[in-house]
């Protein structure tokens, strides 16, 4: 097993993210570099980066410590417990590896808490395999994403959605419409167009009523989370922006990531003077039809919200298991 700094493990981030592609059973996007080393650096209180690159995969935590839980190693993202910070396609060589590395460490530990994991699944029950033997075992609140799939494109997931919702886009569609909105896709972002981009995403952010309650980019550490993430992605050509106009003025956004065949929803709100006009709903659709034109296989919407359930097929729902010294 080889340490490596965060910084190490940006730089082999192609190479990082193709294994998590392969990992058995977990949120492959929210364990991408992309996704989890903006995370950390944003909304994670400070901790000492725990990487090691070795046994056919990597182990990406960090160090921590809090008053209740004392020293802990999670994930580097670990604020809604969707990231691995086990990554290998392999895993039971790796987490034996990690064990034993534990064991010969001198840094103080109280807990380790493996997020992102399907219980039953690889990467769970080879970890209760290496450390079972020895360590005390929990798991935590289960963790869920709504998911649907575009198998058969846009009919296909339409014949899979309910009349009712089938026709309030319908509905949506022409009042919107009349109402002068357009829908502006923005095409091969590059790095450098991010910030004005970003700049464009928190005009309309603020104006929502997220932001008036706030939530949503309201907070200092999400604005920080998804400006380092932006050009992360403009990199891989993986970022994907559309916005409601009308006229001059944006109007509402949907803001998401293209990785492993499937796109990730991030963000998304509209002006709230224009609420009656269902721009959220309009702006999924059509991020929907410009993921199925793409030929991708999955739409990810993310955590759960009870409006997602109506837009979703299936659930991705992962575990964190704590291992106790």
């Known amino acids: ?27 492959t996007f929210c364990t991408s570099s992309l996704w989890a080393v903006p995370a950390h650096e944003a909304l994670m209180p400070p901790r000492e980066p725990w990487i090691w690159r070795g046994e056919g995969g990597y182990v990406a935590l960090a160090r921590g410590f809090e008053e209740r839980l004392g020293h802990y190693l999670q994930p580097l ?12 396609s392999e895993p039971a060589p790796l987490l034996a590896a990690m064990g034993a590395e534990l064991r010969a460490s001198r840094i103080p530990w109280n807990m380790v808490l493996l997020s992102g994991l399907t219980p039953g699944g690889a990467v ?49 569609a022409r009042t ?30 603020r104006r929502s009523w997220k932001w008036a309650e706030g939530g949503g980019l309201h907070d200092r550490g999400m604005q920080g989370f998804y400006r380092a993430m932006l050009p992360r992605l403009a990199r891989r050509g993986a970022l994907r922006v559309t916005f409601a106009r009308q006229g001059e003025r944006d109007v509402a956004y949907i803001l998401g990531g293209v990785m492993f065949n499937g796109y990730r929803g991030l ?21 929907i039809q410009d993921a199925a034109a793409e030929g991708l296989a999955l739409y990810d919407l993310g955590g759960e919200i009870a409006y997602k359930a109506h837009w979703s097929d299936d659930n991705l729902t992962t575990q964190t298991l704590a291992i106790f010294r």
């Open 1 to 27: 097993m080889e340490p490596l700094t965060l910084h190490d493990l940006e730089r082999e981030g192609s190479d990082y993210d193709a294994l998590v592609s392969v990992t058995p059973e977990i949120d």
């Open 267 to 287: 963000q998304m709100s509209f002006d709230d003077a224009l609420r009656h006009l269902s721009l959220g709903n309009l702006l999924q659709w059509a991020a």
């Open 124 to 172: 769970w029950s080879a970890a209760l395999r290496a450390f079972g033997a020895r360590h005390r075992m929990g798991s935590g609140i289960p963790a869920t994403r709504h998911r649907a799939s575009l198998e058969g494109g846009v009919e296909g997931f339409l014949s899979r959605r309910s009349r009712k919702l089938r026709q309030n886009l319908r509905r949506a």
């Open 176 to 205: 919107a419409a009349e109402a002068g909105i357009t829908f502006e896709r923005v095409e091969e972002v590059g790095e450098a167009a991010c910030e004005a981009i970003y700049a464009r995403i928190l005009a309309v952010e």
């Open 77 to 88: 993202e670990g604020m809604w417990g969707f990231c691995s910070g086990i990554v290998a």
